[in-house]
């Protein structure tokens, strides 16, 4: 019963913030491309492949994969909220996509048969997985033998100040930082996979071989203030659900001091974050 209502929980976070990542999807699909690119080239997508994405959001990652299916092949689209599949399956539609099938699917349990696909791949998901053990056992299982498996997930706390700055700031104004139901490096938490060692122990447990990790470091780049405010505190789905509970002269309190610690990041009007994904690959 715990473990249904923590998927329960994360389920109406996502659902809440979908209208706005699919308002914000060019920009956070763009600004961190270049993990997506590698993780379509890690899953090795052939025409006539069965490719699974997992956490899809706005879906972009995995379209990339289904431009390599053909006609013959299908991208499974999936993420646990239902308004996040209807994002992504506007978004197919407007590619005019025709290989894409989309689905509500929880990771953890997923309605998919034994050794049925040839890929997966999940961005930014995977440390958001209330159980990731289940998660990654149900990867194993509906992967044929032998095939490959990557996803990324957020890198240390330092290599990440476009997130770390608000939750400062936050912290500054005396309020509790927003969890999601779990701390930062707890499963569930932004951080929980951000090092090599959880990521080999989860998939080797789950029977996965040839596991190897690497860092993947790049820039945001916001072109003011207010885009960067606006952005971050609307798709962050815990970020965005603790900011509702506020007033509005302490969301605005929290606002000045985030933008003055982001100032270190400010090239004239314009605001540069790196960034560090660790990207992890195995196969089945």
Not at 44 to 57: D, F, M, N, R, V
């Amino acid at each position: 019963m715990a473990e249904q209502d923590a998927t329960e929980q994360v389920t109406q976070v996502w659902e809440a913030v979908a209208p706005a990542w699919e308002r914000h999807r060019r920009r956070l699909f763009e600004q961190v491309r270049p993990v997506s690119e590698w993780l379509v080239a890690q899953v090795e997508p052939e025409p006539g492949h069965t490719i699974l994405e997992l956490g899809c959001g706005p879906g972009e990652t995995g379209f990339l994969a289904a431009e390599r299916l053909g006609n013959d092949g299908k991208l499974i689209s999936t993420d646990v909220s239902p308004s996040m599949v209807d994002v992504a399956r506007r978004g197919s539609a407007e590619r005019a996509l025709t290989n894409v099938e989309h689905r509500v699917v929880d990771a953890q349990q997923m309605d998919l048969p034994d050794d049925s696909v040839d890929g997966v791949l999940s961005r930014f998901t995977f440390m958001l997985i209330p159980e990731p053990e289940r998660a990654f056992g149900e990867v194993h299982r509906v992967l044929r033998a032998g095939r490959p498996f990557a996803y990324a997930a957020w890198g240390s706390m330092d290599g990440n100040p476009w997130v770390t700055s608000i939750v400062a700031a936050i912290l500054q104004n005396g309020h509790a930082p927003p969890t999601g139901g779990a701390g930062p490096f707890e499963p569930g938490g932004l951080f929980s996979l951000a090092a090599p060692e959880p990521n080999t122990t989860y998939l080797e447990s789950a029977g996965f071989s040839d596991v190897s990790t690497q860092e993947i470091i790049g820039a945001m780049e916001y072109p003011t203030f207010d885009e960067y405010w606006d952005t971050n505190t609307s798709v962050a789905g815990p970020l965005a659900q603790m900011l509702e509970t506020l007033s509005d002269d302490q969301v605005m309190a929290i606002r000045d001091a985030a933008q003055q610690m982001v100032e270190p990041h400010r090239v004239e009007s314009t605001y540069k974050f790196p960034y560090t994904v660790m990207a992890v690959r195995a196969r089945a």
